[in-house]
């Protein structure tokens, strides 16, 4: 299924070619427009979600990865690009939500206990952008980065393990979020359909680490590869 998303990129990109070789040649021009809209939505295929867990039972952390399925995405910016900067820089204000992941994989402890977990992880990004673009012409390649915060829910059951003495830790279900720091690379590249509208397909990589979710679990690393797809309104 990964596999399957990732091969999806090439046939956007294409897509929002030759929709741009179609449009009107006015669009051609350099955008003089400062501010704009967009909306984007696209593909999320995240990497293993890293635990680290807290068991002071043991004088010792507990780490584990759990296989996060793919997902989807949509979300909304603002934009402006300064007039000092002769077209090569915009700025971004981002917001995006990632859609239920889900997993169904085995936390495994340092002293061998085997805990399976099951449950689902969601995101809500927001996100300030500095993008590095190209501004002349109809197509204007860009990278960039973006911080912010990442509002990341986490809810599930863990079952009991097998058996191993008194280090045994017990199962249930748990539904924590927490308000973390975030961050993202972008690169892609916006195409000029018309005078008023653009087109984007871009690539994120993003990460975030919330730390305050439940009472064992010292920190979680969270990392996605984003494919997405936009339009946006000129004014």
Partial sequence: MKQLSRNVAPFLFLTLFFLALTVDGTAQ????????VGVFGGFVIPDDLEV???????FNNYYGDLDLSNSGMLGAKLAWIPPWAGGFLATELEYHHIFNQSYSDNLVSLIGDVVREKGDVK???????ALARYPKGRFHPFIGLGAGISFFKISGRESPPRAWGIFTPQGGSYDDSDTAFA?????GINIDLTKKISG???YRYLSAYP????EDTKSLDYHSHIISIGINYHF
């Fill in 211 to 214: 730390n305050d979710i439940g």
């Fill in 52 to 58: 680290e867990l807290n068991r002071e039972i043991i």
């Fill in 123 to 129: 995101l809500d990004n927001i996100l300030l952008n």
């Fill in 183 to 187: 961050w993202q690379f972008l690169a």
């Fill in 29 to 36: 021009e350099t955008q003089r427009n400062k501010f704009y």
């Fill in 200 to 202: 984007d397909l871009s």
